[in-house]
């Protein structure tokens, strides 16, 4: 398995802010990836986040409003720039581990409320 | 295209009684078929997979789930449900983008009753 933390685990902002989200995973993985789950909805991905080089977005999704940082293999950034109520939402940090065929572990989420 | 198909979006059991989740499946190829469990103000949890071995698949908590190639099923089920497993549960396949691509269903919320 993994540990995942995420930080903050919720948070209430205001309308037009950035917020930044925090994920440490306990050891080394390759691929880490973010996503989004709506109030009373599944989960979506917006992004791959690749160390070294810019992340990989969904469609839907892009840099200006998701930017994602990635500087080592343990850690990543997701940042909600702009921030809007429909912006309201969990969002998840998650890794893979088992190679090509395993399996993804999720950190608990971020809960974020924009006012 | 992959996708999944929760088949119920609420399941209410009485505790000690069976439980059956739902969900259909669409891929062009043989799928790898998951099923996540979420808790209230929880992370998600593997609760089983399938990877093209063996088509009934035991997971944690004594669930367990049956692929069915000429039904395109994954039904999640468990003999007795107990309170304890009073949550949402996701139906997921892994899409033909490569490894990372997870689509997930819509979800499937179960209460369980005394």
């Known amino acids: 398995s993994a540990v995942i933390s995420q930080k903050p685990s919720r948070d209430i902002c205001q309308r037009g802010t950035s917020l930044t989200i925090q994920c440490q995973v306990d050891s080394q993985v390759t691929m880490m990836f973010w996503y989004r789950q709506q109030p009373g909805q599944s989960l979506t991905l917006i992004a791959t986040?690749?160390?070294?080089?810019?992340?990989?977005?969904e469609s839907g999704f892009v840099i200006d409003k998701f930017p994602i940082s990635r500087p080592n293999l343990t850690f990543s950034t997701l940042t909600v720039s702009n921030m809007s109520p429909e912006d309201s939402s969990i969002y998840l940090c998650s890794v893979l581990r088992g190679g090509t065929t395993g399996e993804l572990f999720f950190g608990e989420g971020s809960r974020l409320t924009v006012l | 295209a992959q996708s999944v198909t929760q088949l119920d979006s609420h399941v209410s059991v009485s505790e000690g009684t069976p439980v059956l989740l739902r969900c259909n499946y669409s891929s062009s190829y043989s799928p790898s078929l998951f099923w996540y469990v979420q808790h209230p103000n929880k992370g998600l949890q593997l609760l089983l997979k399938y990877t093209s071995a063996a088509t009934l698949v035991k997971g944690i908590n004594g669930f367990e789930a049956e692929f069915k190639k000429s039904e395109t099923s994954f039904h999640l089920t468990k003999p007795s449900a107990h309170m304890s497993d009073a949550a949402e549960y996701f139906c997921v396949v892994r899409g033909s983008g490569g490894y990372n691509k997870l689509i997930f269903g819509a979800g499937t919320r179960l209460a369980v009753h005394p």
């Open positions: 986040a690749n160390q070294g080089s810019e992340a990989t977005y």
